[in-house]
T-cell receptor
Framework: AQSVAQPEDQVNVAEGNPLTVKCTYS??????LFWYVQYPNRGLQFLLKYITGDNLVKGSYGFEAEFNKSQTSFHLKKPSALVSDSALYFC???????????FGTGTRLQVFP | DAGVIQSPRHEVTEMGQEVTLRCKPISGHNSLFWYRQTMMRGLELLIYFNNNVPIDDSGMPEDRFSAKMPNASFSTLKIQPSEPRDSAVYFC???????????FGPGTRLTVL
């Protein structure tokens, strides 16, 4: 069965420092992987996705994610964090042969000035 | 494009009352999803439709919950009778293609007293 894990409930980083939000997955077949961000009192916003091709995927707001098949990981990264990046981040994997996405439990990113 | 539209944004009701949540997906999208988000359980998929047909309702908690999609531009999620444990934020999302990114509405915050 497909699943996705976000091992950290919260990540704290100083503004200007690089950030990483971790995600690992378990799927049968080739995964479609996604990152979403949720700001307070808002719906989830799509950041980026990996379907095939280059392992480094670039998305919105300067975020990128690296697909690593051997480690079954899809970590979200940004070279220089902003205070405005503080939000809840969700990793998701598509369920094969359906339209469904399975979401992780979310990681709260806190960027301190 | 106005994005996914949900109404109402906030709903406060008393236990036992009927609650109807509404969603208008993005025009041209053929899949629609209803999610529930709580602190305790995170983000849960309740039901999803493809081309107005319910495909998977395995996440619907119990018979008190029902969802309809009478046409491509409108869906409802109904709770009857409502209970305090139904208090949550309910999101509607839509997508254009199978396995593609989902676009979320702003959510309806439901409080059942």
């Amino acid at each position: 069965a497909q699943s996705v894990a976000q091992p950290e409930d919260q990540v704290n980083v100083a503004e200007g420092n690089p950030l990483t939000v971790k995600c690992t997955y378990s799927v049968s077949g080739n995964p479609y992987l996604f990152w979403y961000v949720q700001y307070p009192n808002r719906g989830l916003q799509f950041l980026l996705k990996y379907i095939t091709g280059d392992n480094l995927v670039k998305g919105s707001y300067g975020f990128e994610a690296e697909f690593n098949k051997s480690q079954t990981s899809f970590h979200l990264k940004k070279p220089s964090a902003l205070v405005s990046d503080s939000a809840l981040y969700f990793c998701a994997v598509s369920v094969i042969n359906t339209d469904k996405l399975i979401f992780g439990t979310g990681t709260r990113l806190q960027v301190f000035p | 494009d106005a994005g996914v539209i949900q109404s109402p944004r906030h709903e406060v009701t008393e236990m036992g009352q009927e609650v109807t949540l509404r969603c208008k997906p993005i025009s041209g999208h053929n899949s629609l999803f209803w999610y529930r988000q709580t602190m305790m359980r995170g983000l849960e998929l309740l039901i999803y439709f493809n081309n107005n047909v319910p495909i998977d309702d395995s996440g619907m908690p119990e018979d008190r919950f029902s969802a309809k999609m009478p046409n491509a531009s409108f869906s409802t999620l109904k709770i009857q009778p409502s209970e305090p444990r139904d208090s949550a934020v309910y999101f509607c999302a839509s997508s254009f293609q199978p396995g593609g990114e989902q676009f979320f509405g702003p959510g309806t915050r439901l409080t059942v007293l």
